[in-house]
T-cell receptor
Framework: SQTIHQWPATLVQPVGSPLSLECTVEGTSNPNLYWYRQAAGRGLQLLFYSVGIGQISSEVPQNLSASRPQDRQFILSSKKLLLSDSSFYLC????????????FGPGTRLTVT | GENVEQHPSTLSVQEGDSAVIKCTYSDSASNYFPWYKQELGKRPQLIIDIRSNVGEKKDQRIAVTLNKTAKHFSLHITETQPEDSAVYFCAATFTDKLIFGTGTRLQVFP
């Protein structure tokens, strides 16, 4: 069966520091991968998605970037965090071939101080 | 443009009553419509979905209906229980993405 991992689970970082969040999927090949952000009490904002290695589509570039160095690995980065980056970050995967259902990872709760 | 509207934003019901959440979508090419349940501090969980070639789907106490002509779909929960309390999100496909509604906070009072 398929499993999605995210780490770290929680993170406290100072303003201006860099960020790297990692997401990996097990038990599947060629998944579509997604990064979402969810502010407290709010909805899901799509940040990036990827349909293959090295292929990244950006929805909300701002000061964030994403990379997909391996088929089942998706990384969310920032060079300098802002206070407004405090949020719940969720990675999701979807099987290819147009099935569309997405499954979310456990999330990373980021607090920027 | 890509847009999914969801209402109501909050819904309070008595245990045992039914709850209905409605969504409308803008892209007539959308062909997959999932519903997610998110409990406080946890990840969204897929609870039911429907594809554009089906008008209704049921799984125990939850059901989803789709009206392609009107471009709207609904989640129906019958015999609500306190453990149904959560935030529910609808979504619709747009190319390789899911566009999510803004969520409905459902509270079921015992």
């Amino acid at each position: 069966s398929q499993t999605i991992h995210q780490w770290p689970a929680t993170l406290v970082q100072p303003v201006g520091s860099p960020l790297s969040l990692e997401c990996t999927v097990e038990g599947t090949s060629n998944p579509n991968l997604y990064w979402y952000r969810q502010a407290a009490g709010r909805g899901l904002q799509l940040l990036f998605y990827s349909v293959g290695i090295g292929q990244i589509s950006s929805e909300v570039p701002q000061n964030l970037s994403a990379s997909r160095p391996q088929d089942r690995q998706f990384i969310l980065s920032s060079k300098k965090l802002l206070l407004s980056d405090s949020s719940f970050y969720l990675c999701a995967w979807s099987p290819m071939q147009g099935t569309y259902e997405q499954y979310f990872g456990p999330g990373t709760r980021l607090t920027v101080t | 443009g890509e847009n999914v509207e969801q209402h109501p934003s909050t819904l309070s019901v008595q245990e045992g009553d039914s709850a209905v959440i409605k969504c409308t979508y803008s892209d007539s090419a959308s062909n997959y419509f999932p519903w997610y349940k998110q409990e406080l501090g946890k990840r969204p969980q897929l609870i039911i979905d429907i594809r554009s070639n089906v008008g209704e789907k049921k799984d125990q106490r939850i059901a989803v209906t789709l009206n392609k002509t009107a471009k709207h779909f609904s989640l129906h929960i019958t015999e609500t229980q306190p453990e149904d309390s959560a935030v529910y999100f609808c979504a619709a496909t747009f190319t390789d993405k899911l566009i999510f509604g803004t969520g409905t906070r459902l509270q079921v009072f015992p």
